[in-house]
């Protein structure tokens, strides 16, 4: 019988590249037996299932295993257990990926050593469903200056309390050293990377010279540096695009982009400084920057700013919420800036024009606030000033929910609906992505990053 459902899944599985696997062996092991030695056994199709308990790590552990795009190599949980790879002193990393290409480690829970997992000079790396916590330094890294990172694939992985640097993902090397590209960041949950003797802690990081990466449907709270922070792509492809990340308690801008990036739907409820930050950083300078249908609470201080622009900047449809400071500022060369359909309520500093300040907290989103914190809820209301408000020319394919808009001109994050949020209650958990949206019409429901994960 023709199932509608069963071909459109099928066909989102084909957008969404994921490939069938394809297994040689399978080698199930549990805590007494030699973990470093069934990786080195490994070969491309193979499938590394650890059962549940504590491997404590008694030397240098490293993956460095080949599989192949048809024949990858799996490294996961036995089903419903959590097998816990423990480091006990800061002198090494836990995990150690070097040389390798198309692994997947999955289900794992990692945690003590200096970096959490570190990535070196591998492409196809696949990190998922990984619980990475109370590290003595970065949580998870592809940072070893030299290498080149392709097609790496981070996702739906909790992160929390790392230390010292302390960023909770650290992507590519200061001034092009290193690069990632071609990279899926996307459904992970990272908070709480501001401890007492962290000096950095960025949620995620991703460095100069790194390009083409997505950077989707994160929850990311409760940082001592940006909450997202990412340089200049200095040419070597095209723009990280940041969407639909959910983040406050940022402890310095929410998002901070010196240049080359798309940053869309998403929403930030409050951080220590601007909510959407655009400043030279190393050889980057803003420019080719698009900023569209973002919801920012801003209680500090501005809500998007954009200092010694000098090139391409596009801030428009975004529900700007400043309550003391600018909703837009900028300044430098704004040749090429454009500013338009933006709403909500603060000043304009550097522009004439672009923003309608009538907006109000209380009447256009449902139940916000300044406070910085959940609870919050900030879909449109009903009489919004955000509803039909938008510059047609800089829609949004989609929104925060991932619903298609369908041409609908909506201020911010949210498509609205008379019925109000069809879609994840903003908490402290993973996003959830419930439905799957073609062609504008709800097909499947879908549960995205939950299950299993720590």
């Not at 048809?70 to 257990?81: C, N, Y």
């Not at 938008?390 to 019925?419: H, K």
Request: glycine share 12%; proline share 4%; charged share 15%.
């Amino acid at each position: 019988m023709y199932c509608r459902v069963c071909v459109l899944y099928s066909l989102f599985l084909l957008a969404c590249n994921v490939a069938t696997p394809v297994h040689g062996a399978t080698t199930e092991i549990g805590p007494g037996d030699n973990l470093q030695a069934a990786v080195n056994a490994l070969e491309p199709g193979d499938e590394l299932v650890l059962r549940g308990g504590t491997y404590t790590l008694g030397s240098r552990f490293s993956i460095q295993r080949i599989g192949t795009a048809s024949l990858p190599i799996l490294i996961r949980a036995k089903a419903g257990q959590v097998p816990v790879i423990v480091y006990p002193t800061a002198s090494q990393n836990v995990i150690n990926i070097e040389s390798s290409e198309y692994v997947t480690l999955s289900g794992l829970e990692v945690t003590g050593g200096s970096h959490g997992i570190r990535i070196s000079d591998s492409d196809f790396i696949t990190v998922e469903e990984c619980h990475i916590h109370h590290t003595n330094d970065v949580a998870l890294s592809a940072n070893v200056p030299g290498s080149s990172y392709e097609g790496l694939v981070l996702r739906g992985n909790h992160i929390h309390d790392t230390d010292h640097t302390g960023e909770g993902m650290y992507l590519g090397c200061n001034y092009d050293d290193c690069r990632i590209f071609d990279s899926l960041i996307e459904g992970n949950y990272i908070h709480n990377t501001d401890g007492p003797t962290v000096s950095q802690g960025d949620g995620i990081e991703i460095k100069e010279g790194s390009y083409n990466n997505v950077v989707r449907d994160n929850v990311i709270h409760d940082t001592n540096y940006p909450c997202i922070l990412t340089y200049s792509t200095v040419g070597n492809g095209g723009p990280n695009i940041l969407e639909r990340n959910l983040m406050w308690g940022c402890g310095d801008h929410a998002i901070q982009s010196a240049a080359d990036a798309v940053i869309r739907n998403n929403i930030i409820l409050g951080a220590a400084q601007d909510g959407i930050r655009n400043q030279p950083h190393q050889t980057g300078v803003p420019s080719n920057l698009v900023i569209t249908h973002n919801t920012v609470l801003a209680p500090v201080s501005s809500a998007v700013r954009s200092n010694s622009i000098d090139g391409s900047v596009v801030i428009a449809n975004n529900a700007l919420f400043a309550q003391s400071g600018d909703a837009i500022r900028v300044s430098g060369n704004t040749a090429q800036l454009t500013v338009v359909a933006n709403v909500g309520t603060g000043g304009l500093n550097g522009v004439a024009g672009g923003f309608d300040a009538s907006g109000d907290i209380g009447l256009d989103l449902v139940a916000a606030s300044y406070s910085g914190q959940l609870p919050q809820d900030v879909f449109p209301a009903a009489a919004s000033l955000l509803v039909g408000a938008a510059s047609t020319a800089y829609l949004a394919s989609d929104d925060f929910n991932g619903r298609l808009r369908g041409g609908a001109a909506d201020v911010g994050a949210y498509l609205w609906q008379p019925d109000g949020n069809p879609g994840w209650a903003l908490a402290e958990d993973f996003k959830r992505l419930l439905t799957i949206f073609l062609d504008g019409f709800e097909t499947a429901d879908i549960s995205r990053w939950s299950a299993g994960v720590q």
